[in-house]
């Protein structure tokens, strides 16, 4: 998607993700706040979003993580992870995520352009099995089959690149 | 959840068969410090927009039950509590200062003293010099009293 194109949606994309920040924060400030936040992340990344694709359900997506990512940061005390354990900010931690995510990257790299859509419109825009057929008109036991083939083959890979 | 439903969970996803919430539900689950390698693997490919997803659903979730939870449940109680103590206050301030509307009832301190034999006179040379002005409904109640 070309810069031109994300301006021309993003005034009714704006409104999707703020309905987002304003059902988690309750205040039409940070609301405000998350939506810019998103906004600016989409923008960043609009290049590399397929045109053709519906590009709600990512925004949506990237809208919650920049209200959770506000959350925290509001918070006086370091919060983080759910299981107590902080998230990484050491240049160290940024270092080895910044790792880790060109592992998966090159991992996604192996799959046939066909799984990669399927793989990441599942990973990416958290559609369902029934979402991914209504928009692609393939068939539910093939895009199972073929999201698996994918996932197997990202997985190992990983497993071998992480020993 | 326990490491035999999490590996569980971990293969439904790898045949595919698992549905978006459910792999939130991984997703959470994977964030513990002391996971397996291989589960590493799929924490991975899972990504931080599920992760951040589930944890979103989960404040929200949080949020929306009445008095939301842990301190935040005590922090509004305790308001609750406040404002209620503060009409409390603010009412009996007002009860106690407020001059009372109702003239025929008749004040304790014209009554307080009467005893057998007490006659108008009495009552009235008594307490004159507490109010000039008692009505002749007020006369009547107290004679009728004394009796």
Known sequence: MTRSEFEHIAAQLRQKVLKVGLQFFGSPEDAEDAAQETMVQLWRYCEQIDASRNIEPLAVRVAKNCCVSMYRRNRPAPIPSLYGGELGSSPQEIMEANDTQRMLEEALDLLKPRERQLFEMRQLEGLSVDEISTETGIPKPSITAMVSAARKKVFTELKRRMK | ?147
């Open chain 2, 1 to 147: 959840m326990k490491d035999k439903d999490i590996e569980q969970l971990i293969n439904k996803y790898l045949e595919g068969e698992t549905s978006p919430e459910k792999e939130q539900e991984i997703a959470l689950e994977l964030q513990r410090p002391d996971i397996p390698q291989e589960w590493k693997a799929i924490r991975l490919m899972l990504g931080e927009l599920t992760l951040g997803e589930a944890e979103y659903d989960t404040i929200v979730a949080k949020k929306s039950l009445p008095f939301g939870g842990g301190l935040e449940r005590g922090r509004r109680w305790f308001s609750i509590i406040s404002s209620m103590a503060a009409v409390l206050l603010v009412g009996l301030f007002l009860y106690q200062h407020l001059p009372t509307e109702n003239t025929n009832e008749v004040p304790h301190y014209y009554t307080s003293n009467l005893s057998a034999g007490s006659t108008l006179r009495n009552v009235y040379t008594g307490h004159r010099h507490q109010e000039k002005h008692l009505s002749y409904t007020q006369f009547k109640t107290m004679l009728y009293e004394n009796k």
